[in-house]
């Protein structure tokens, strides 16, 4: 019963930028680490960020200096703002979290970066 719904892709022009949200929601009694992947055609889903429920935060060197993580520990969301972007951030972003002790998914969202 336990979800994640991400919300916030879509098209965008190079240097433009988006913020992502993903919503927990369900019986949740720990939800530690969340994180952002991605992943374009043809290549294998990849780590972008992540973070934990005291704030330590990791970042894929591609996006270091353009994304932030940031979470809302009381309303169970993780946040990815995105700035600067480039057509190579082209993918569909997926929220994950360690929920009850089990890796859960959303969805996954839609980002376009293009002219």
């Known amino acids: 019963q336990v979800q994640l719904v991400e919300s916030g892709g879509g098209l965008v022009q190079p240097g433009g930028s988006l913020r992502l949200s993903c919503a927990a929601s369900?019986?949740?009694?720990?939800?530690?680490?969340m994180a952002w992947h991605r992943q374009a055609p043809g290549k294998q889903r990849e780590l972008v960020a992540s973070?934990?429920?005291?704030?330590?935060?990791n970042y894929a060197d591609s996006v270091k200096g353009r994304f932030t993580i940031s979470r809302d520990n009381a309303m169970n969301t993780v946040y990815l703002e995105m700035n600067n972007l480039k057509p190579e951030d082209t993918a569909v972003y997926y929220c994950?979290?360690?929920?009850?002790?089990?890796?859960?998914w959303g969805q996954g969202t839609q980002v376009t970066v293009s002219s």
């Open positions: 973070i934990h429920r005291y704030g330590s935060t």
């Open positions: 994950n979290a360690q929920i009850n002790f089990k890796s859960m």
């Open positions: 369900g019986s949740i009694f720990s939800i530690d680490p």
